[in-house]
């Protein structure tokens, strides 16, 4: 198992440029998250989902959309960048039962210039 | 709300103890325990739930008082592999989103 996987690691965009991050977890979990962590900031949930076809907003969700067509797959939207969006993005998923565990992807780190 | 984390940054010899302490203002029903070391993602340590319950992994325990409000992250014997930053993550109740707020994290060095 492959776990929580993200795409891609590394981007640079200049201001004004839009992207998508691909978060993709085989664990057939319910729950997905996307987090930025800044320094000395910790770690912000931007959006969230509690299954196929449902988000909501976080604690810092401007500037950014998200959606989860398939269960696997959560896909973070930066549709006009900017440099306060210069981060490490983090995508995590948790399971309905269990442990309440939640299991991170590598991150993406983006600079917007 | 989110959780007050103290101390912010401790530095240790290997096989000294330290203690790592997650404080909210508010009732809380879980305390999360991860680690996340320099340019990796955070990895889970461990839960603990509303009930004063104790749990360990290794040589790293934890405590929950929920008097108190306050959990405490006990590293015993510290050794290399535990430097890190630790961050402690909270529910406020049994809800079905599994949302945690997360505190700022302790930096911890442990030194040969």
């Known amino acids: 198992n492959a776990g929580v996987t993200q795409t891609p690691k590394f981007r640079v965009l200049k201001t004004g440029q839009s992207m998508t991050l691909l978060c993709a977890q085989d664990?057939?979990?319910?729950?997905m998250y996307w987090y930025r962590q800044d320094p000395g900031m910790g770690l912000r949930l931007i959006h969230y989902s509690v299954g196929e076809g449902t988000t909501a907003k976080g604690e810092v969700p401007d500037g950014y959309n998200v959606s989860r067509l398939k269960k696997q797959n959560f896909l973070l939207g930066l549709e006009s960048a900017a440099p306060s969006q210069t981060s490490v993005y983090f995508c995590a998923s948790a399971n309905l039962q269990g442990t309440h565990e939640q299991f991170f992807g590598p991150g993406t780190r983006l600079t917007v210039l | 709300q989110q959780p007050v984390q103290s101390p912010q940054a401790v530095i240790l010899r290997e096989g000294e103890d330290a203690v790592i302490n997650c404080s909210s203002s508010k009732a809380l029903y879980s305390v999360h325990w991860y680690r996340q070391k320099h340019g990796e993602a955070p990895v889970f340590l461990m839960i603990?739930?509303?009930g004063g319950e104790q749990k360990g992994h290794e040589k790293i325990s934890a405590s929950f008082n929920e008097k108190k409000q306050q959990s405490s992250l006990y590293l015993t014997a510290s050794q290399l592999s535990y430097s890190g930053t630790y961050f402690c993550?909270?529910?406020?109740?049994?809800?079905?989103?599994?949302?945690?707020?997360w505190g700022l994290g302790t930096s911890l060095a442990v030194n040969p």
């Open positions: 664990m057939n979990h319910e729950y």
């Open positions: 993550g909270t529910r406020g109740n049994a809800g079905n989103n599994r949302k945690l707020i």
């Open positions: 603990l739930l509303k």
